[in-house]
């Protein structure tokens, strides 16, 4: 089985998802979105397997979406899009792509449930907390 992450390897969720999915073994494809973009097919396809939209995927946090206005609830999902295909830092990531499912991954444990090996052992994420995943 092959994973698929859209990841920031600035970000220490999308370094702490990655890593969990090496440790169990799994085939991974890396897709560094910042430098790629997203394409509006793309975006709408993995919101809509994540069951996302694009306001719950708008990144927020250290990411210019409020100060260019983009949170503000009368902004559309039409223009959202348009922002994030200009703009990549304003998706929210780690989004994980596997044959069990698509998911937006925050917190980093939570991509266990899609791994096809997922009790894997004592995981230690960056901040130093442990994952005890044969528990998972």
Not at 25 to 49: H, M, P, Q, Y
Not at 64 to 90: F, I, Q, R
Request: net charge neutral; with cysteine; proline share 7%.
């Amino acid at each position: 089985m092959t994973a698929v992450i859209h990841h920031n390897p600035q970000c220490g969720t999308s370094r702490n998802v990655l890593k969990m999915i090496e440790a169990s073994g799994e085939e991974i494809l890396v897709i560094e979105c910042l430098d790629t973009g997203w394409s509006r097919g793309k975006l709408l396809a993995l919101f809509a397997g994540a069951s996302l939209t694009p306001r719950t995927a708008l990144r927020v946090h250290k990411s210019p979406a409020e100060e260019v206005g983009l949170t503000d609830p009368s902004v559309s999902d039409e223009a959202l899009l348009d922002a994030m295909l200009k703009n990549p830092v304003l998706v929210i990531r780690p989004i994980v792509v596997t044959p069990k499912g698509i998911r937006l991954y925050r917190p980093s444990e939570a991509v266990i449930k899609l791994l096809e090996n997922p009790h894997f052992g004592v995981f230690t994420k960056e901040d130093g907390e442990q994952i005890d995943t044969r528990r998972a």
